[in-house]
């Protein structure tokens, strides 16, 4: 009999369906658009449609398999609660029960649970990446904001509220850049491709930088693909963005040892394609900020997570977990 | 037969000893100075013959006694291989197996255990004070330094090398004032008792305020003591050290939250003496520097354990957190 999991990533925009074996592979994935679901009740009845076919599709081909259960990453998911409480960028509002109405669904599953999705990226290099024998280590998703997900003594940290792992929104600069959120100087506002962006402007700003190969790009259309592509060519403002930014997320990554002493940390996300630009000055700026008594202990890897699967495949996690 | 624990806090001057009962009342007292014993076998057995003598003092009053083991805060105290490392201000240097050199002078205890002082704090908070019925709490210690232990899930978190928890090396002020670690814009520069001291001499500088109640006071004399003794008096100087202090302090404890989520964050040393002058612009600071998922959720307490004995009885919670 093999067994296999459900993955759920919710996003703004879609709902990405996987099922996943106990190696990470997503062996079908579908899914169903999220924001034409203003209401829960038809999002859940679409979505174990979705689940249902999948499941139909994989023992088509080999009926000799058991589900173990369904996992979900959600922005705002609260593992404890199973809810999705107050998510900015989804259509349904408030605190949405997904957990119990799924259950209500799946009453044969044992596990479904929920959880953010940094949380989840976290649960996934746990079970199929780099941290399979750590049990002290920290994730941070770098994209178009920066998630967190902490493991402490082979648990992740959920806090009492089920809402740990936001370490997006300490404190890198104070009264700095405006934050998403609102708040000022908040790591995610520099450490984010859309902070790299900020980054590369302000540094135009300061040089003058006609002659700079992103002072063609408009606010709008630069990326932070942009900003690698014209540092690979050798621009130099490019360059000094990897290196600004490194440097910040740096001093956050000290922070985040001071608190828990990981045996590392990955970084995932776009940003990190970048590789040596952006961990090199993120190494040497996190050890400059380290007590001694930490000083070259913590790796700075990064994820094995395949990007564009991760989401999936760390939701999925959930469930082997749970199974322990 | 009535349980009882040694505790002991290891300082620079002094190694204070004491037994200690189940609900945190210190029965007997006593010590021998640390700094001539450089010599750490000497310095053992010594310690040894202190509490053979208490333990003896304690029966000699009631012989239905057991003793369940012996519990120990020290700076840079590892808690999972029994070593003080390093600590820069002890007299034995490098790493000092102290729990092995103690087991084998006590071998009929079960449980001998080591940790820094601020962890031994947390446990204190836990075992005997405030944090008797939370899961996830954290405590930040405010005295010559700033320490910190943080309990996820009802345990300490030590991190991979049991050196965790040591928030007051987080960065607050990028580039800013001279850590006694070296490092720069940490928290503890700020928000220890020196730190106020200095907050007062900068705040001195600004105003030029030689109409403040600390203006006759040098450098070297002024203690946090006439800081809060000034505030009292209305002094305004002093009183705006106390809103920038908690000021401070609040952003720092944003990003702890922003971590670990906690229920409750217990304030324990001299500084929280000074009750609302610093609780309310910490909190205040907190508020503002959280995410709007965190707002109104997270106490600040101050600590339930006595200034004086806190140490020994926090160090004893070792014991009793062990035999759980």
Same mark, same amino acid.
């Given at each position: 009999m093999k067994q296999l999991t459900i993955g759920i990533d919710i996003g703004g925009t879609n709902t990405v369906i996987g099922v996943v074996d106990a190696d990470g592979n997503i062996l079908v994935k579908g899914g169903i658009d999220t924001p034409s679901h203003g209401d829960i009740n038809r999002y859940v009845k679409d979505m174990s449609e979705a689940i249902r076919d999948l499941i139909k599709s994989v023992t088509m081909v080999n009926p000799e398999v058991e589900i173990l259960g369904i996992g979900i990453g959600a922005p705002n998911g609260n593992y404890y609660s199973g809810t999705i409480e107050y998510a900015p960028n989804l259509s349904f509002k408030g605190v949405v029960h997904l957990v119990d109405l799924l259950k209500a669904q799946f009453p044969e599953y044992q596990h479904i649970a929920l959880t953010n999705d940094a949380n989840a990226a976290a649960l996934g290099e746990m079970i199929y990446g780099g941290a399979k024998d750590m049990k002290d280590f920290v994730m941070y998703t770098l994209g178009t904001g920066v998630g967190s997900g902490l493991v402490v003594n082979g648990d992740l940290v959920y806090g009492h509220d089920g809402f740990a792992g936001e370490c997006g929104h300490t404190t890198l600069i104070p009264d700095g850049r405006v934050c998403g959120c609102g708040g000022l100087g908040h790591l995610e506002a520099y450490c984010s491709a859309p902070g790299m962006k900020r980054t590369a402007f302000e540094l135009m700003v300061k040089y003058n930088a006609t002659d700079s190969l992103l002072a063609g790009k408009s606010f709008i259309d630069m990326e932070s693909k942009d900003i690698y592509d014209a540092a690979v060519k050798g621009d130099k403002l490019a360059l000094e963005v990897f290196e600004i930014t490194g440097k910040y997320l740096g001093?956050?990554?000290?922070?985040?040892?001071?608190?828990?002493?990981?045996?590392?940390?990955? #970084?995932?996300? !776009?940003?990190?394609?970048?590789?040596?630009?952006?961990?090199?000055?993120? *190494? $040497?700026?996190?050890?400059?900020?380290?007590?001694?008594?930490?000083?070259?202990?913590?790796?700075?890897?990064?994820?094995? #997570?395949?990007? !564009?699967?991760?989401?999936?495949?760390?939701?999925?996690?959930?469930?082997? *977990? $749970?199974?322990?």
């Open positions: 001093q956050g990554l000290a922070d985040t040892v001071h608190h828990l002493s990981p045996e590392a940390i990955f #970084l995932f996300g !776009g940003p990190t394609a970048a590789g040596d630009y952006i961990f090199k000055p993120a *190494k $040497e700026s996190m050890e400059t900020h380290l007590l001694p008594i930490f000083k070259n202990k913590v790796k700075i890897l990064p994820s094995q #997570l395949k990007t !564009g699967d991760a989401p999936i495949v760390g939701a999925s996690a959930l469930v082997w *977990k $749970e199974k322990r």
